[in-house]
């Protein structure tokens, strides 16, 4: 097979570390805005379920892409509608999935014994506003490192997915506390 | 550098052929997509099939130099498609439709190495082959002219079964200056008109007895 440990470490090596630095830098805004999670713990249970199932549907989508751009059924283009059409599916896809989970982790945080000082429908606004926004930046994300594994023949497993979930974890944590704090201000 | 040196210098350069040239150049991924590939495999096939006929028609090398490099070119273009094909494929109805479109890239090939075979005839040392092969053939191609004391003056040709009859079909008619392409079986013969047909020497004779008037009906 061409793939040995020797190849897969050379290519795989410096794009996670990038990842890693970006992460950590995730990890730190989480870590300033402490305050925020004490008064509202909830936030806890969302923040991975956000991250991943953002860093997923970007994922599809450029893999997806990917293929469309080697076949030549998608065109690198505005106007393209096969392009539309992948870009309203997923976030529909999105819209589904963050309105059930908003109703899950609300219902799963007040049987436990968590501290609740937000509403189901703030709750669920704010994770709607979140995921769309969060998918909208993560979509364009995905053209571009799908379009450049089709430029370079990267393989798009290797690429696209942890550059995408990275931006997604980065970009999920600022946009959930921004938009608390306009909702809970 | 002299004039002539500089032309006898650029002559010894220009006497590696294109296709040779083409042949010798690395394949490597570039980012093409299938769909441009299998447009320009299929432009290619339709054009090297002209091509070919053209250079044994015309007894020309230089065409057949550039039927020479289209056919490798469609080798090169085979691979492409191939390695693009790979790459796109992600799930069994993406392989499923892509081993389709594989084959058609296949037969657009065999199309361009068929039409490069066609080539091979300019080799032949009794050239040129085409009037040499035409000769041959069971079908050829005559020209006839209607006299004024024939039956078919005035008539319709489908009345006359002339196809069906004598096995000559007309490909067209000349009257006075100007043509009628592929003549229907509605078109009017008139005399002194010159007919091109195609068929059999028997056929031929049989019609060009009936066309002078000297046999009366056609059977």
Request: charged share 25%; net charge neutral; aromatic share 8%.
């Amino acid at each position: 097979m061409i793939y040995n440990w020797k190849k897969i470490v050379r290519y795989g090596l410096p794009l996670l570390t990038l990842c890693v630095l970006i992460e950590i830098f995730a990890g730190s805004i989480l870590q300033g805005n402490q305050n925020v999670i004490f008064k509202l713990p909830i936030l806890l249970i969302s923040f991975p379920v956000i991250n991943s199932v953002g860093g997923n549907i970007g994922s599809i989508l450029g893999a997806r892409l990917a293929s469309g751009l080697h076949v030549g059924n998608i065109r690198l283009d505005i106007k393209d509608k096969k392009m539309h059409e992948n870009f309203i599916t997923s976030r529909l896809l999105g819209l589904i999935t963050y309105a059930f989970l908003a109703i899950l982790i609300y219902y799963l945080a007040s049987f436990s014994n968590i501290s609740m000082d937000i509403g189901l429908m703030e709750f669920i606004f704010i994770l709607l506003a979140v995921g769309l926004i969060l998918i909208c930046i993560v979509s364009v994300v995905s053209i571009i490192t799908a379009f450049l594994s089709f430029r370079r023949g990267l393989d798009p497993d290797d690429f696209v997915a942890p550059i995408v979930t990275t931006i997604s974890d980065t970009v999920g944590i600022i946009l959930l506390f921004f938009i608390v704090g306009v909702v809970i201000i | 550098m002299s004039e002539k040196k500089k032309r006898s210098f650029l002559g010894r350069l220009q006497r590696t052929p294109k296709w040779k040239k083409e042949e010798f150049t690395e394949i490597e991924y570039k980012p093409t997509t299938v769909k441009d590939l299998l447009t320009e495999m299929k432009d290619i096939s339709e054009l090297i099939i002209d091509l070919a006929y053209s250079a044994v028609l015309f007894d020309n090398n230089e065409i057949s130099e550039e039927v020479k490099y289209l056919e490798v070119r469609m080798d090169k273009l085979n691979y492409d498609i191939r390695i693009m094909a790979m790459m796109a494929a992600r799930t069994k109805e993406d392989a499923e439709q892509l081993a389709g479109i594989l084959q058609v890239a296949q037969a657009a090939e065999k199309i361009s190495n068929t039409a490069g075979d066609i080539v091979l005839l300019l080799k032949d040392k009794n050239r040129p082959t085409l009037s040499r092969i035409l000769n041959k053939a069971d079908e050829k191609i005559f020209r006839l002219n209607i006299s004024k004391n024939s039956e078919a003056c005035d008539k319709k040709i489908g009345e006359l079964k002339i196809e069906s009859e004598t096995g000559m079909r007309i490909i067209a008619i000349r009257r006075n200056d100007f043509w009628i392409y592929n003549p229907q079986s509605d078109a009017v013969l008139k005399s002194d008109d010159w007919l091109i047909a195609r068929g059999s020497d028997e056929g031929f004779d049989d019609l060009d007895k009936f066309l002078k008037g000297k046999l009366k009906v056609l059977e």
